[in-house]
């Protein structure tokens, strides 16, 4: 195949995938270190705290910072299923990129089906930014955009494995 490069994946999307996945690593573990420190001394202040509805610390340690805040329905506050979104973050790039290096039309399936979940958690997460904490966070918009493009890099990449699949049989 002319267009494609290593192991048949486009060279762009190859590109585009493990820059996402870096990107949300990054920004998850960030907010993972921000959660834990601020956990451990309320007088922390992290690099993205810029102001009083501008502070980032103050939504990871929100009771929506840990299990989505839906976990907490169902078990204690302080039960270890009770993981800080971060944590989930971090899996999930981890995930996106592992996944991202197979070709296999179950892999392309998997990263179409874990990106909705992202995208519908993004949605869910922005709305409680934006309306119940009324506050802006860039460490938080920053993933969603991320998410956002990592699922229309999913779509097109079942849509070019499925016309190759197509051609092949
Ligand atoms: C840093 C990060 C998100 C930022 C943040 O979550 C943080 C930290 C938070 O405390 C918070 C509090 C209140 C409002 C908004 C927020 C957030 O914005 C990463 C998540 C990315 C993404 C939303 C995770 C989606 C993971 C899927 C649920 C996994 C599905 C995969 C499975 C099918 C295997």
Avoid at 3 to 13: D, F, L, R, S, T
Avoid at 86 to 103: A, R, V, W
Avoid at 111 to 134: Q, T
């Amino acid at each position: 195949m002319a267009a494609a490069g290593n192991q048949g994946i486009p060279k762009w999307e190859r590109k585009m995938r493990i820059f996402l996945c870096v990107f949300g690593l990054v920004l998850s573990v960030y907010a993972l270190h921000v959660e834990l420190s601020r956990e451990r001394n309320p007088d922390y202040r992290a690099m993205c705290d810029l102001g009083e509805s501008v502070s980032c610390s103050k939504v990871f340690t929100s009771r929506w910072g840990r299990g989505f805040g839906l976990v907490q329905f169902f078990v204690a506050k302080d039960n270890p299923l009770n993981q800080p979104n971060s944590l989930l973050g971090i899996i999930f790039y981890t995930l996106q990129m592992g996944l991202g290096l197979s070709l296999s039309k179950k892999a392309a399936l998997l990263l179409v089906f874990s990106s909705w979940v992202s995208v519908a958690g993004s949605l869910y997460l922005a709305a409680i930014l934006a309306f119940v904490l009324g506050d802006f966070c860039m460490v938080c918009v920053s993933t969603y955009i991320i998410n956002f493009a990592l699922f229309f890099t999913n779509l097109k990449r079942r849509r070019a494995i499925e016309g190759m699949k197509e051609k092949a049989g």
